[in-house]
């Protein structure tokens, strides 16, 4: 008898843990509403860093976005004005930034911004620190010099650099502070208060901010990384809004508790390969997947039909770096494939692994239209589905992979962040593209003081991918926010990012 009872306790025990977990009834959308909060479901950890300065994972960025700012920060127009500086001037033909710090800036720890803290900001990102360590932003290595006076910071360049003010976005962080990895503090409108592994992340209105305060008291990032368990947080009431939705989990939603509002992700989803990984190291391979592979077909078989078709690393929302021609470069065309792959040698195909972060679901069913596709070409491809922390440090971190489908985006308004990641020395070059040529356009579009001009060499750039193949490039993804009926505005970026500041319930 002591058995059973202790097993009910035990099955109890699991299901008062499993509805905690997603909600339970004691949390219902209308007692949300009344406490001015809202629950939201994300399908990854944010288990890489939660310091802004050394964080590379998009979601994670997507969420701390409400809780750093820089001196500058970017609009849902793409346009960027001051935040933690008040105020910006260049001068000396763009060799000079001063910076007029805004006053009264507080951070999250109730502490005044001062001028120390953002010198630290700005030189541990620069590398200019005493203690010798690397700079977190290549591209601040342009600084020859940083001075803080008063309220006044002026930076001086080695030359100048037309999109220097866009790293200007970086986090302004406390310069005695040392817990960012797990307790972050920032100068958003919305304060960390808490990161519970495997389940949730939760944010708080700072009420201090300095601007146009949040409209919601409290944000539940709820981390629900299998596909089904999203679907069912919202029937269920446990969550109140989920971005990045297929149409397929939205089919099975009730339409009259939610709407469905459209986006961009503003990302670059492809089939990256590991250029150094035999055979993706012969473009003939390469160039054979790209015309082997149905981009359209993908997207309108996993996608219903939503999503923007790519032909290189940058999307259309990054209006004046985006070369829409590059699309068709390679149009689907099966007998030209199997051409490519007898002159590389392979005229019976290869086998090859995807590996993919299952709690992506639009990847993974990405991936299997792409091993159908593959079949027509005598490839035959395996999925290799690993959790999202295995991708982000042996993937993404190691490049143990042959082939990997995901999406790379940008957290700010620079072409640079799309593309310097295929430069032969930048250290997130996962994909490990190898070319001289590359670099050498690479370090002349970062030198570049006329717009045109680095405009123009940053798609020769792209051009310059797409023929070498250097990835088969799929889409810039849809983003299909369902939102409980009853949560009003939302605000789109042209970045990667969720503003929840601009989210409340309309009562």
Partial sequence: MKKKILAVILVLGML?????????????PEKRAEA????????????????PHVAVAAG????????????????????????????????????TYVFTLRQGVKFHNGKTVEMQDVLFSIRRCAGMLDDGSEPLMPALTVISDIQGEGDKLTITLSEPNLEFLAYMTLAILPADYDQQATAPVGTGPFKFV??????????????????????????????????SGLVRGLQSG?????????????????????????????????????NSAPPFDNVLVRQALCYAIDKQGIIDM????????????????????????????????????????????????????????SNYQPHVDTAQVIVEQLKEVGVTA???????????????????????????????????KLLERFNTQAGNN????????????????????????????????????TENAANVYIQDMADLVVVRNGVQGLTFYPLYVLDVSTLYWDK
């Fill in 16 to 28: 008062t843990a499993l509805l905690a977990g997603c909600g339970g009834k004691s949390e219902t």
């Fill in 302 to 357: 996993a996608f219903d039909g939503y999503g923007i078709p790519l032909g290189t690393s940058m999307f259309p929302s990054f209006a004046k770096y985006y070369d829409d021609s590059l699309t068709d470069f390679y149009p689907h065309d099966v007998a030209k494939a199997k051409e490519l792959l007898r002159q590389a040698g392979y005229p019976d195909g290869f086998e090859m692994t995807i590996t993919v972060p």
């Fill in 60 to 95: 994670t960025k997507e969420v701390m976005f409400n809780v750093f700012e820089g001196l500058v920060k970017p609009t849902s127009d793409g346009n960027l004005v001051p935040a933690v500086a008040s105020d910006v001037s260049v001068e000396d033909g763009g060799l």
């Fill in 194 to 227: 808490s990161r519970t592994a495997q389940d949730s992340v939760v944010l708080e209105r700072f009420d201090d901010y300095w601007g146009t305060p949040a409209k919601l008291q409290k944000v539940t990032f709820k981390i629900i990384e299998e596909d």
């Fill in 382 to 416: 395996t999925i290799v589905p690993v959790e999202w922390s295995s991708w982000l440090s042996d993937v993404y971190g190691k490049s143990e992979f042959q082939s990997t489908i995901t999406g790379l985006t940008s957290d700010n308004m620079t072409a640079r």
């Fill in 430 to 465: 996962f994909t490990k593209y190898d070319s001289a040529e590359y670099d050498a356009l690479f370090a002349k579009a970062i030198s570049a003081a006329d717009d045109a001009e680095q405009t123009a060499i940053y798609r020769q750039m792209e051009r310059q991918l």
């Fill in 238 to 274: 446990a969550l109140d809004l989920v971005s990045h939705m297929t149409s397929t989990q939205i089919s099975q939603l009730d339409k009259n508790a939610f709407h469905v509002e459209e986006g961009s992700m503003n990302l670059v989803q492809a089939l990256y390969l590991n």
């Fill in 36 to 51: 001015n909060a809202i629950a939201i479901g994300i399908a990854q950890d944010l288990d890489d860093s939660l310091d």
